[in-house]
């Protein structure tokens, strides 16, 4: 099934592409989605066979890890442990930063057995907030791509996927055409932070993380 929607500004158009993708994913699926950076690849977090379905998928090293993708900043706090302000956390999310916490007993054993830590996600697209809220669990969020290959911000850009996903939501190009993904950053150290990836929103959130909040920067490992 391949939904190619405009953008998503018709209601009932939009209704039944939340519910067919939400669908898909309840049974179990893999689906393509468009994020505020790049299109994504998505699952069940809590679904361990959907999970080693979407390594196979993209041909990804198992020992890289999946980041979760969240609808609200109240979600974080059953799949975290949380050592930051949630005034901080609303400084930064929803918005094109993923932050890396200690797990909770909570999430899914199988993703990302290797770790205790997790990133999380809360992109700033109206469409994949609403999946997550839809779905009522964590999604498992990684780029839509063969691993190593140029991110996309076009559904054609990924085209030799589509047979093996259960829905594509084309959203149109993504307007930040920089490529490089969210700005994924390590909080699970009280008082300091760790940049994992620069990403697209790097010098906004060392702002954020430093003036606003007085977080030291790690720049060790």
Same mark, same amino acid.
Request: charged letters at 25%.
């Given at each position: 099934m391949y939904l190619y929607p405009n953008i998503f500004n018709d209601v009932t158009n939009g209704a039944e592409i939340l519910s067919c993708t939400v669908k898909a994913l309840k049974e179990g699926h893999i689906v393509a989605v468009p994020t505020d950076t790049i299109y994504g690849l998505a699952c069940l977090a809590q679904n361990s066979v959907a999970?080693?379905?979407?390594?196979? &998928?993209? =041909?990804?090293?198992?020992?890289? *890890?999946?980041?979760?993708?969240?609808?609200?900043?109240?979600?974080?706090?059953?799949?975290?442990?949380?050592?930051?302000?949630?005034? &901080?956390? =609303?400084?930064?999310?929803?918005? *094109?930063?993923?932050?890396?916490?200690?797990?909770?007993e909570e999430l899914n054993p199988d993703l990302n057995p290797f770790t205790s830590l997790v990133g999380v996600r809360i992109p700033d697209h109206a469409f994949m907030r609403r999946l997550c809220q839809m779905c009522g669990e964590p999604l498992a969020?990684?780029?839509?791509?063969i691993s190593s290959h140029t991110s996309t911000v076009k559904v054609h850009e990924f085209q030799e996927l589509w047979p093996k996903l259960a829905v594509v939501v084309d959203g149109g190009p993504i307007r930040d055409k920089s490529r490089l993904g969210s700005t994924v950053v390590d909080l699970s150290v009280l008082g300091s932070y760790r940049i994992i990836r620069p990403g697209c929103a790097l010098s906004s959130t060392i702002d954020v993380l430093e003036r606003k909040y007085g977080l030291l920067r790690d720049t060790e490992g």
């Open positions: 999970i080693r379905g979407t390594y196979n &998928l993209k =041909g990804r090293n198992g020992q890289k *890890p999946l980041a979760i993708c969240v609808g609200e900043i109240q979600d974080i706090y059953k799949y975290c442990k949380v050592k930051v302000k949630e005034e &901080l956390l =609303g400084d930064l999310l929803p918005g *094109p930063v993923t932050l890396v916490f200690e797990r909770s969020l990684t780029s839509a791509n």
